[in-house]
Every structure is written in C-alpha cells, then in structure tokens.
C-alpha cells in the first residue's frame, strides 16, 4: 500500500503502518482490508444497532493524542473522514493541515 498511495508523500512506511494499525485494532479489521477511501461514516461505520458501541471513539482519542503531541489542535480529528485522512494527519511528522 505505501508504495501506491504514499510512496510520494512523507508518510514513511513505519508511519503507515502505525497507523494502519490503530485503525485496525480499534475497528477490528485486517490492516491489509483497509483502503484510503474506506470512509468511517459508510464503510467503517458501527453496523446499525451497534452504534452506541461504536469502536470510533478509542480511535478518536488516540488520534487526538498523537496531534497534541505533535504541537497540533486535536480538534483536527473532526477532518478526518477517510483512513487516508487519519494517515496523513496523524502519521506525517509534520502534517499538512
């Protein structure tokens, strides 16, 4: 995946796969199932019934945690709507925001 999506961006390989990994644990699906388009509101979203058990908020609260140490407002996270929104903000050293 990192040489087709990021290869040209700053996103580093270990990058990607942290965060592929937090996405992944939190959601419970196969780092290697996710795509960059893949959409937290369509086709991550909680199964219907379920949304008051939604993991997204453990995945919210890492990310806020990674931009405030990275110096950023974590009130960012409420940009993030695709998995290629989570990498590129919470993986690059210095996100472009």
């Known amino acids: 995946m990192h040489a087709t999506f990021y290869g040209?961006?700053?996103?580093?390989?270990?990058?990607?796969a942290q965060a592929l990994g937090?996405?992944?644990s939190?959601?419970?699906?196969?780092?290697?199932r996710l795509r960059p388009s893949d959409r937290f509101d369509k086709e991550?979203?909680?199964?219907?019934?379920?949304e008051f058990d939604d993991p997204l908020?453990?995945?919210?609260?890492?990310?806020e945690k990674r931009?405030?140490?990275k110096g950023l407002d974590p009130k960012l996270v409420?940009?993030?709507m695709t998995v290629d929104d989570y990498v590129r903000l919470v993986a690059t050293e210095a996100a472009v925001v």
């Open 8 to 16: 040209s961006s700053r996103v580093s390989r270990a990058e990607l």
């Open 22 to 24: 937090e996405v992944s």
């Open 26 to 32: 939190c959601l419970g699906v196969a780092a290697n």
């Open 44 to 50: 991550l979203a909680a199964e219907r019934g379920w």
């Open 57 to 63: 908020g453990a995945l919210t609260a890492i990310a």
């Open 67 to 69: 931009l405030a140490k």
């Open 78 to 80: 409420g940009q993030i």
